[in-house]
């Protein structure tokens, strides 16, 4: 059951969400009437089978996509008739997005990947310099600030992103398959670190994954199926 809510404790709000591609002459619907509140401070796990909707939702809260049908509200806003300039402030200064593979930019250090979002949103260099060293130093890679992606293992490039995420202090961070290309050791650190940004720090957090043992770590596991939600159950 959907957990109830004040509106200023809603980061996510989703009613009747509906999401359909067109392959040749055949509309495939990939979510099928998804109905989601997610509280401000929540760790919500999306878990289901490949092809069951969890990264097509994860993609309309984050803004790169729109629903077909239905209303999406993140963090207050309701994105039905915003431009796309309107729609790329919102995730810039509203949401944090961690990708499976990274995304970070080959030739610029971790300190720079993490000042990318501040210097988009107009922060001046001494600001973006602290604050990005303070971010890696708070996922434990302060003395990595001054390496590139190369040098850089696979955790500690999640890390970056993790903390690039976080650059411009937002309302909700998107997780997809945060440890679906990392090492069971290394994906267990990454998991911890998230868990440790939403139990210290209240960083709501939204995840798209496969992983179980994240799953055993959130407060909140939201299953799919065919495009709708199967189950909606507490975590830890």
Known sequence: MTPTATGHEIA???ENLHKSYVLGATAI???RGVDLVVKRGEFVA???PSGCGKTTLLNLIGATDLPSRGRLH???VDLSGLSDDQLADLRRDRLGIV???HNLIPTLTARENVELPMQFKGVADAGRRQRALSLLERVGLKDRADHQPSELSGGEQQRVAIARALANQPALVLLDEPTGDLDGATGGEIIALLRDLNRREG???VIATHDGSIAEQ???IVRLRD???DGDAPGR
């Open 12 to 14: 996510v709000q989703a």
């Open 29 to 31: 619907g990939a979510l």
């Open 46 to 48: 999306l878990m289901g």
């Open 74 to 76: 993140v963090d207050g």
């Open 99 to 101: 990708f499976q593979f």
């Open 203 to 205: 960083v709501t957090l």
């Open 218 to 220: 959130s407060s909140r």
């Open 227 to 229: 495009g709708r939600i």
